[in-house]
C-alpha cells in the first residue's frame, strides 16, 4: 500500500475552510479556548454553522417528539453477548485492563437481534427536527480517505455494546463500523447537507439492492442487465471486479437516478427541495463517472495519492481480515436491514453546536439507549483549533453512555507521527472509551489533538506497530 494522505472526512465537514497545516489552538486549564497561536499560512474565516432557532434551544419540536415517541414505541431488545472474542507502545498511555479487547478476537457472525422499522414520518422528522443549518466545506468528501480505518475493526466488535447507539461523521466508513458495532440506531452527523444528501442515496440504494454487486451498480448509475448471478459468499474482490466491468451509459445513469430519487421521496418520504435534488443529482454523477474509482478529492490542487472507493472496500485489518461492510453477505445484509427500518438517521450538525448533538443525546434518552460508539473521525483536531472545545465537551457530557462506550478517533500525521501509525498510512484510527476521555477532561483537560489521540487508548492486540 502506498504513502495515501488521510484527511479526516469529519475535519473537512466541520471546518471546511481552515487549511491543513492549521496549528491546533490550546485550551486553558479550565477547558475553555486560550489564545490561538499563529495558524503558519493566516487565521482562516471563522466558518460557523447558522444557529438554531430559539424554539429549537428551548425544547424539541412537536413534530420531533412525536418522532421520538415513535422510536421508542419500538426499542429493540437489549443484545449484550455472542461476540467471539510498530512504534513504542509505551508511549501512549492505556486504560485498566478491563476495558482492553482480548485476543485473538473474532468478529461476530450471529445477527443481532432486529430493530422494527420506524415508519416515513417519524424518520422524517428526525432528519428535519435533529438537524441545523449547515456550512460551507472545501472538498466534497464522497468517499472516506481514512486507509486506517480497519486498525481498530476486531476491537470494536469485540468492545462495543450492541443494541445500543452509533453516531458517526462522514460517508461510507461509517457503514463498516455499523456492521461491526451492531447498533439499533444509528446517526450520521454532518456539518455539511450535501453528505446528508449522501446518506439518503445510500438509504434508496440500500432500500432497492438485491444483492452486494447490485448495491455497487445502483451506486455508479449502471444495470446490472444481464451479468452472471454471484454467489451470496462470493468474494470482496469479485464483486468489486463485476462491478467495475458494468456498462455504463447516460440513459442508464438517468433511469437509475429517477428510481433512487423517487425512492427517497416516496419510500422514505423526504421531500427533496430543488437544490437538494441538484445535490442528489451532483452526488451521484461523481460516482457515475469514475464508478469505483472515484477517490476523495480536495477542490484545491494537492500532490497526495488518496485510495479509490474500490480500494478502500477491499481492505483488510492489521491482521487481513476484510471486515469491511461489503466483504462479508451478512455485514453487508445487517446495515442494509438498518437502512431499510428507517434507522440509519442522517442529520446536519456542528459537533460543537447547540441543537444537533444535544438532541441526538435527547433521542437517544426516549429511547432508553447508551451510545455504544461514536466515530469522531478527527474532528477534535478542529474544535480544538477553533476554539469549540468547551462546547464539544459540554455536547459530549450530555450524552447517555456506559463504562463500553467508545470515541472511533482518527489521528492525522501533519509532521507528527502517532506511536500506533502503521506504515504507509498517514492516519492512526484509535479506540478511547469516552468515560475516560470525560473523567481525564474533568481532572486535566486536553490541551492538543496530541494528547487527546495519545490519552486512554485501547491496546490493540496482534496488531503491526513498525512503520
Not at 329 to 337: D, L, P, T, Y
Amino acid at each position: 500500500m502506498g504513502d495515501w494522505g488521510g484527511i479526516s472526512m469529519g475535519s473537512a465537514a466541520l471546518l471546511p475552510r481552515y487549511p491543513f497545516t492549521a496549528f491546533p489552538r490550546e485550551v486553558s486549564k479550565d477547558g475553555s479556548p486560550s489564545r490561538p497561536r499563529s495558524r503558519g499560512r493566516g487565521d482562516a474565516p471563522e466558518g460557523r454553522v447558522g444557529t438554531p432557532t430559539p424554539s429549537r434551544r428551548d425544547g424539541l419540536t412537536s413534530s420531533l417528539a412525536a418522532a421520538l415517541a415513535a422510536a421508542g414505541a419500538c426499542r429493540a431488545p437489549d443484545d449484550d453477548g455472542g461476540r467471539d472474542a510498530g512504534h513504542d507502545a509505551a508511549a501512549v498511555p492505556a486504560v485498566p485492563a478491563g476495558h482492553r479487547a482480548s485476543a485473538p478476537v473474532a468478529v461476530r457472525t450471529t445477527a443481532a437481534p432486529e430493530a422494527p422499522a420506524l415508519p416515513a414520518a417519524p424518520f422524517r422528522a428526525l432528519v428535519e427536527g435533529l438537524s441545523e443549518p449547515g456550512a460551507e466545506f472545501f472538498s466534497d468528501n464522497y468517499v472516506s480517505n481514512e486507509t486506517s480505518y480497519l486498525q481498530v475493526a476486531a476491537a470494536l466488535a469485540h468492545e462495543a455494546r450492541p443494541g445500543g447507539a452509533f453516531i458517526g461523521v462522514g460517508p461510507e466508513q461509517n457503514f463498516t463500523y455499523i456492521a461491526l458495532a451492531r447498533p439499533s440506531l444509528a446517526f450520521i452527523l454532518d456539518i455539511r447537507r450535501d453528505n446528508l444528501v449522501l446518506h439518503l442515496l445510500y438509504r434508496a440504494i440500500f432500500d432497492l439492492a438485491e444483492t452486494r454487486l447490485h448495491f455497487l451498480a445502483l451506486l455508479t448509475g449502471r444495470e446490472l442487465g444481464s451479468a452472471p448471478l454471484l454467489a451470496a459468499d462470493a468474494p470482496i474482490e469479485l464483486v468489486l471486479e463485476r462491478a467495475t466491468g458494468l456498462a455504463s451509459s447516460e440513459p442508464s445513469f438517468t433511469a437509475v437516478h429517477e428510481r433512487l430519487r423517487r425512492q427517497i421521496e416516496d419510500g422514505a418520504g423526504i421531500a427533496l427541495s430543488a437544490a437538494d435534488r441538484r445535490s442528489l443529482r451532483r452526488t451521484h454523477r461523481a460516482f457515475f463517472g469514475p464508478g469505483l474509482a472515484i477517490r476523495f478529492k480536495l477542490r484545491e490542487a494537492s500532490h497526495r495519492r488518496y485510495p479509490t472507493l474500490g480500494e478502500m472496500l477491499a481492505q483488510a485489518d492489521p491482521q487481513g481480515h476484510q471486515l469491511g461492510f461489503l466483504a462479508s453477505e451478512e455485514a453487508f445484509r445487517f446495515v442494509q436491514r438498518l437502512e431499510r427500518a428507517g434507522r440509519v438517521v442522517p442529520v446536519v450538525g456542528n459537533f460543537a453546536g447547540d441543537h444537533a448533538l444535544s438532541a441526538i443525546a435527547q433521542a437517544c434518552r426516549e429511547r432508553g439507549l447508551v451510545v455504544s460508539a461514536f466515530c469522531v473521525s478527527n474532528v477534535e483536531q478542529y474544535l480544538i483549533a477553533d476554539g469549540l472545545w468547551h462546547k464539544w465537551r459540554r455536547n459530549i457530557e450530555a450524552l447517555p453512555i456506559d463504562e463500553r462506550s467508545l470515541f472511533v478517533r482518527a489521528y492525522l500525521d501533519q509532521g507528527r507521527p502517532h506511536p500506533r501509525q502503521m506504515k504507509g498510512h498517514r492516519t492512526a484510527t484509535l479506540l478511547q472509551p469516552v468515560a475516560h476521555f470525560l473523567e481525564r477532561q474533568k481532572k486535566r483537560p486536553y490541551r492538543s489533538m496530541w494528547e487527546v489521540s495519545t490519552d486512554g487508548v485501547l491496546e490493540p492486540q496482534d496488531a503491526p506497530h513498525s512503520r
